[in-house]
């Protein structure tokens, strides 16, 4: 989880730095309050708390509960197999992997 968390730091970093006024030292401490913010735990404790919304409304696109997919392992994102993967079934899924 740690890996993952870093790798999502850095990229969220690299991408929104420069837009920002503080530039990549305000970045941080956006994902930081994003990851630790006072609002995280009560959210997490809640049970009506639900992303989904949220994840429709970003990608317009209504996800149906029969296409949520969860793979049957953790996919390693050091390992260019699993991540080569995952990449494929996304494209299969009919989005665009940036990057890849």
Known sequence: MKQALNALH????????????????EAK??????????????????DSYDDEPAWEMGWQHKISDEWLSIPPQPVNLNSSRDVSNLAALIDWG????YGH
């Not at 913010?37 to 959210?43: F, S, T």
């Not at 009919?94 to 992997?97: D, P, R």
């Open 10 to 25: 850095e990229a969220f970093v690299n991408r929104v730095g420069p837009d920002r006024p503080g530039g990549k030292d």
């Open 29 to 46: 401490s956006e994902f930081h309050n994003f990851v630790f913010g006072d609002k995280v735990p009560e959210l997490l404790a809640d």
């Open 94 to 97: 009919g989005y665009t992997v």
